[in-house]
């Protein structure tokens, strides 16, 4: 089991920065992949970045250029600039198992989630 817990997400306007962090505790050895994902009202929950068991990291098209994704031991971290409105959500961190076979994971498929830290973005 591996557990997460959100910070860092607060009210911005628009153009506007803020850090999220989450850290990650437990089996983390047995849940290489990471990952960030968010939730709209009304929306379904979205992948924003996330790091797969090569340690290849892919972003959403809609945050290129302007969020970073970094991770040390115990936490991930996501640093957003140039916020936009519709970057509203709630926000959270997660992980996911290797496969058994072939020791990989993609972050995409998550096992374990966090609790979520809401993120504002006004106009």
């Known amino acids: 089991q591996v557990d997460l817990v959100e910070s860092g997400g607060g009210s911005v306007q628009s153009g506007g920065s803020l850090k999220l962090s989450c850290k990650v505790s437990?089996?983390?050895?047995?849940?290489?992949?990471k990952g960030w994902f968010r939730q709209a009202p009304g929306k379904d929950r979205e992948e924003v970045v996330v790091?797969?068991?090569?340690?290849n990291i892919k972003y959403a098209d809609s945050v290129k250029g302007r969020f970073t994704f970094s991770y040390d031991s115990d936490n991930l971290y996501l640093y957003m600039h140039n916020l936009k409105p519709e970057d509203t959500a709630l926000y959270f961190c997660?992980?996911?198992?290797?496969?058994?076979?072939?020791?990989?994971?993609?972050?995409?498929?998550?096992?374990?989630w966090g609790q979520g830290t809401q993120v504002t973005v006004s106009s």
């Open positions: 437990g089996q983390k050895y047995k849940y290489p992949c």
């Open positions: 997660a992980a996911e198992k290797a496969d058994d076979v072939y020791d990989y994971c993609s972050g995409s498929h998550p096992n374990y």
């Open positions: 790091i797969d068991s090569d340690t």
